[in-house]
């Protein structure tokens, strides 16, 4: 991405340069059109519930950026010589369930032939500019809350192995499906500015990405953090997908690690697919917004908090 020209429209209010989840476009009127792409390879056996994960990672992004998702174009990569068209049909059934639920139109889409199924969205939302969330928008003597537990990454790669119980896989699974919409709105409300969503490259890396951009330093309580059961005794036993390691070896100059161990590490680093929401709220607020967020059944918890820096992380 670096190597492009970023274009110097005054409507353009959030582009690629600040590693934002989607880009931002000033329509003059109070409003903003939020755009934004995603898509990802199988990682559940059932094809309808590989579809309504892939829907909810998709439309996160618009979440993500304090905005509302208006419609969606399906993006489908098929292996139409190994795999019924009847499969393909699951799989968008399961985007349009989590489009009803999200409140979007499916107004389109495009298949291409592919040996390796893909599946996402490419989501476009509106937002109030005036209260974007941003990866630059974190200011200093804020508290830091996420709004899921972390280890999918982790959990995904034990499914794909077949050592993951159900009860393990459920509970992935319900996360996964999980919108980011009320953790949205109550960021938002609160008068959040700095907030991103947990994915491919973790806590950690989405963190510092959004740390640095802010320039903020992070202080995380390690002990604070919520992840899915089963996701620690399995980075234990080295199931750890390979993205989770390149997270760690990424971030690691970033990131003051203190006593903590390498499976800790791993955890903070691993892979998320439709994660959760990391924000930033002024610390008199924090606990009323975690509340808040717990009674409407979202698993937030207060992580950590900024300071004047320059993105580094460090842990306790
Ligand atoms: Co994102
Ligand atoms: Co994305």
Redesign the pocket.
Known sequence: MGSLNETDNPELLVGFESGD?AGIWDLGDGRAIVS?V?FITPLVNDARTWGQIAAANSVS?VYAMGGRPLFALNLVGWNNDELPTELLSEVLLGGSDIAAKAGMAIIGGHTISDPEPKYGMAVTGLVDPEQMLTNTGLKPGQDLILTKPLGIGVITTAIKAGVASDEVINSAISSMLQLNDVASQVAVSAGATGATDV?GFGLLGHLGKMASASNVNTVLHVGNIHFISGARDFASDGVVPGGTRRNLSWIADQVDVGSNDEVDLLLLADAQTSGGLVFGVDREKSADVTAELVSKNVDAAIIGETQFGDGKITLR
Do not use: S, V
Request: charged letters at 60%; proline letters at 0%.
């Open positions: 989840d934004t995603d992004d994915t």
